[in-house]
């Protein structure tokens, strides 16, 4: 196996391998799973995602990466970027190394930034996506318990609106018994009793405000 198809294997799994540019199996093809990582025991308090932003400086801080570690890690970067992208490889290596170590900056300690620094990614990415996972998990729960509550509310509109149609069909059907008995004593009869009596309103009349 070639150098490059080595990287995903290399670092307990912690590298992307870039399956187009490296020739590496396709992800729709079978290819044997690298096992994850250990868990990356972080110093101190891990700075949660904003927006889908990551502290990137947070994060390597509370996996206890020193800010000279990362400045030297990042001058080591700025130097290599600084060099014309049809530069041979080898030559660009020489370049890099020779120029590090004029500088007195130990290569070896850029080489344990750097996989230090993806390492404190992997463990983020493992700490986030346990986060998603637990905040997928009530969130279901939440959603299916206000899924019940919205059909049981259905359920009872529907009961109580069933009720109110019998109801008013029960009363309506009441009411024209009743008018079968006035329509036998006339409407002028009915119509003088409800304007003479004190218990009755007359509908003729427009409505009183108090």
Do not use: H
Request: hydrophobic share 40%.
């Amino acid at each position: 196996m070639d150098d490059k198809k080595s990287w995903g294997s290399t670092v307990l799994g912690w590298f992307v391998v870039r399956e187009a540019e490296e020739g590496t199996t396709p992800p729709n093809e079978s290819a044997p799973a690298s096992p994850p990582p250990p868990p990356v025991q972080f110093q101190g308090e891990v700075p949660a995602p904003a927006a889908g932003n990551v502290d990137f400086d947070g994060v390597f801080k509370a996996a206890g990466i020193s800010a000279e570690e990362r400045d030297r890690f990042a001058k080591a970067g700025t130097l290599l970027g600084s060099l014309p992208p049809e530069t041979d490889p080898v030559v660009r290596k020489r370049i890099v190394e020779a120029s590090l170590k004029a500088f007195g900056v130990p290569i070896d300690k850029i080489i344990e930034a750097g996989a230090q620094s993806i390492q404190a990614l992997e463990g983020y990415l493992q700490i986030q996506t346990s986060g998603m996972k637990k905040f997928a998990e009530e969130a279901q729960t939440l959603m299916a318990d206000y899924e019940e509550k919205i059909r049981q509310a259905r359920d009872l509109l529907a009961r109580r609106i069933a009720d109110q149609q019998a109801v008013q069909k029960a009363c309506n059907d009441r009411k024209l018994e009743i008018q079968k008995v006035l329509e036998f004593f006339g409407q002028e009869a009915v119509a003088r009793v409800v304007r003479e009596s004190p218990k009755l309103i007359d509908p003729s009349l427009p409505e009183r405000k108090d």
